[in-house]
C-alpha cells in the first residue's frame, strides 16, 4: 500500500512564545479599536456572522491598512514559503503575496460553517485569543463529496483515514492550507471570545 495525492496543512507556532507577546498585545489592542470603529463591518456581522464581528465584508485589507498587521504579515510570509516548498511548487519566479485579512472574533455561541475561498491559492489562520473549551479548525477530506456509496471509517481508524479532521486552536498558533479544502469552526462554548485573524494568498 501507497498513500496518493496528499493534503498538506500545516501548523507551526508563529515564532518563539518570547518573539510573540509584544505584537500579540498590540494586535489585540488594535481589534478593540478596529470593532468599535467598523460600523460597516458590525452590520454585516449581524446578518452573516450571527453573535460575533469580522471585518471580512468591510476592512479585508488589514495589512495594508495597519503596519502592525503588516509586520504580522511580513512574519507569515516567511512560513508561507516553507509551505510552498513542502507543496512543492513551481511558483515560476511569481511570488505568493498575501490579498486579503480579516479579523474575526467570535463570542460565546458564534460559529462558522463549512466553506472554502476561491480566488486564492493558499489560506491560514493565526490566533490571538483562545479561552479554554473554545474550538479548533475543522477539515473536511475533499475527496468525500465522491466517495458515494462508500462505508463509514471504523470508530478507531487512524487520522488519516478519517473524513473529517480538526487542529486544536491556540494562540500563538499559525495554520495553512490550500484554499480549495473546505474547513469550519464549531460553535464556541466557551465563556470569552476566540479571536483570529484570517487570510489568503494568491499567486502571480
Known amino acids: 500500500m501507497q498513500p496518493w495525492f496528499p493534503t498538506l496543512i500545516y501548523s507551526a507556532p508563529l515564532a518563539a512564545a518570547s518573539g510573540i507577546s509584544a505584537l500579540n498585545r498590540e494586535l489585540l489592542r488594535e481589534v478593540s479599536q478596529l470593532r468599535e470603529f467598523d460600523q460597516a463591518g458590525r452590520k454585516w456581522s449581524l446578518k452573516n456572522y450571527p453573535g460575533g464581528y469580522t471585518s471580512y465584508g468591510s476592512l479585508d485589507r488589514l495589512h495594508q491598512f495597519s503596519s502592525t498587521f503588516d509586520d504580522l504579515r511580513r512574519r507569515i510570509d516567511r512560513h508561507m514559503q516553507r509551505y510552498a516548498r513542502e507543496l512543492r511548487w513551481d511558483l515560476r519566479g ?100 476566540r479571536i483570529s485573524v484570517s487570510f489568503n494568498y494568491h499567486w502571480g
Open 94 to 193: 511569481s511570488p505568493l503575496t498575501m490579498s486579503d485579512c480579516w479579523l474575526n472574533v467570535m463570542p460565546r455561541g458564534t460559529a462558522h460553517s463549512f466553506h472554502l475561498h476561491p480566488q486564492s491559492v493558499i489560506s491560514g489562520t493565526y490566533y490571538l485569543k483562545v479561552p479554554k473549551g473554545a474550538p479548533g479548525l475543522k477539515f473536511e477530506d475533499p475527496r468525500l463529496a465522491h466517495m458515494m456509496a462508500a462505508p463509514g471509517r471504523l470508530p478507531d481508524a487512524e487520522p488519516m483515514h478519517r473524513s473529517h479532521i480538526e487542529y486544536p486552536a491556540a494562540a500563538g498558533q499559525l495554520i495553512l492550507f490550500e484554499s480549495w479544502l473546505r474547513h469550519e469552526v464549531a460553535a464556541n462554548l466557551a465563556a470569552s471570545e
